[in-house]
């Protein structure tokens, strides 16, 4: 009978550890579909878990994750408090309808690139790479993010692009077609963390990070006014819309990542306003 009733005491503070907890607790806060891209709070020293990654969690109580563009169609986000109890979140991935574009011209060396300038595409991948790997405690992605330039938009996230007939990775960003020198500014906070004037696919290439694994990428630039660890803040002039690289015309392609996962920059602002103006923060 003791025994029974140590087992039945064990099983009732386990259970009680896996109570939900109430809306001040744990708040999410972000769109639950694919590209989507969430900012979390839970109390200061809360351990935070989600597909089995560790995430890095602020002083006071600040982490995110995202959605890449095939995930779904659920995930599953462990908190551990502070005070030994447990919450476990089985959440819902929303799926979503991606466009198709055709865009035919391309110089055939630019679909299929010839056999000597892979050596150099790899090595150009692996640069991107190692600057979206970084895991820096800033929280620059809280304020939320402004459009970086303005103009007409030529090119969706999601999209799978056929160059030439030929089938390709789906596009990962928001392309934004305008002038060569018109002004990009930064969406965000950040600290520059790659810059590259000419790499094979992407052309003039800009990294900010803005902390926790998130963040921008700016291709096809002009010119590039920052240099590689210079912090920059929300609204300020890091470059200019160019046609570097792999285009057609003059554009700039805007993309955010949360370290390998390549989210929708579209849903964090909106449509394109007739002129620029900051949203207000982005809070969980």
């Known amino acids: 009978m003791r025994r029974f009733c140590l087992i039945a005491l064990c099983f009732v503070v386990w259970a009680a550890t896996l109570t939900p907890l109430s809306a001040d607790d744990l708040r999410l806060n972000g769109e639950f579909v694919q590209g989507g891209f969430i900012v979390g709070h839970a109390p200061p020293g809360s351990a935070v878990r989600f597909e089995g990654r560790p995430l890095r969690v602020s002083k006071g109580g600040v982490f995110a994750f995202g959605f890449g563009r095939d995930a779904g169609p659920d995930a599953e986000l462990i908190v551990e ?26 110089p055939p060396k630019k679909v299929t690139p010839p056999p000597e300038t892979l050596e150099r595409i790899r090595a150009e991948g692996a640069r991107v790479r190692a600057a979206r790997a970084g895991d820096s405690d800033r929280t620059d992605f809280v304020d939320g993010f402004d459009w970086p330039a303005q103009g ?76 590689v660890g210079q912090r920059v803040e929300r609204g300020d002039r890091v470059g200019a819309i160019g046609a570097t690289g792999r285009v057609t015309g003059p554009h700039l392609d805007w993309r955010i990542n949360w370290f390998d996962a390549r989210l929708d920059p579209g849903l964090l602002v909106g449509s394109m306003p007739e002129r620029l103006v900051r949203p207000a923060p982005m809070r969980p």
């Open 81 to 106: 408090f502070p005070d030994g109890r447990i919450e476990v979140r089985e959440l819902v991935v929303a799926p979503r309808e991606f466009n198709i574009q055709h865009i035919d011209g391309l």
């Open 152 to 227: 007409r938009i030529s090119g969706v996230y999601g999209s799978q692009r056929i160059l030439n007939g030929e089938p390709r990775q789906p596009h990962f960003g928001i392309d934004i077609a305008g002038p060569v020198g018109r002004p990009v500014l930064a969406p965000a906070a950040g600290v520059v963390s790659l810059v590259e004037p000419d790499l094979y696919f992407s052309g003039g290439t800009l990294l900010l990070d803005h902390g926790h694994g998130v963040t921008s990428s700016f291709l096809h630039m002009s010119r590039i006014d920052v240099q």
